[in-house]
């Protein structure tokens, strides 16, 4: 068997690994929160306990979890000032507890 032919053999191997990989995670793009869990699981949520009317539990009078400072981010409560609208990690942070704010609805949802 020639070099070539044995480079070949091994490509296709590759590829067949490949689509069952690709069948693999589709199987799982119907749950895709199975996707997620391993990497929610180590990292302790960032907005954890966040709902539609309660800051996250990490957040305190003193220390908006959002905005990281003594006045409370919560999207449904106000959102963030304009002088922290400056603050790009401040508005991404925001942005995210929105998102998160609109799974944790649809997770609710039967
Ligand atoms: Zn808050």
Same mark, same amino acid.
């Given at each position: 068997?020639?070099?070539? =032919? ?10 067949a690994?490949a689509e069952r990989?690709a ?7 119907? =749950? ?14 960032? !907005? ?12 305190? !009078?003193? =220390? ?47």
């Open positions: 068997m020639s070099d070539e =032919h044995k480079a070949k053999m091994r490509a296709g191997r590759e590829r690994a990989k069948k693999a995670i589709i199987g799982i793009s119907k =749950h895709p929160e199975l996707l997620n869990m391993p990497k929610k699981l180590k990292a302790v949520p960032e !907005f954890l306990g966040i709902t539609k009317t309660d800051c996250p539990v990490g957040c305190t !009078f003193e =220390h908006c979890i959002i905005t990281g400072g003594p006045y409370c981010g919560h999207p449904c409560k106000g959102g963030i000032q304009p002088a922290q609208m400056q603050n790009r990690e401040t508005v991404e942070r925001y942005n995210r507890a929105r998102k998160h704010l609109a799974h944790v609805e649809l997770d609710k949802r039967p």
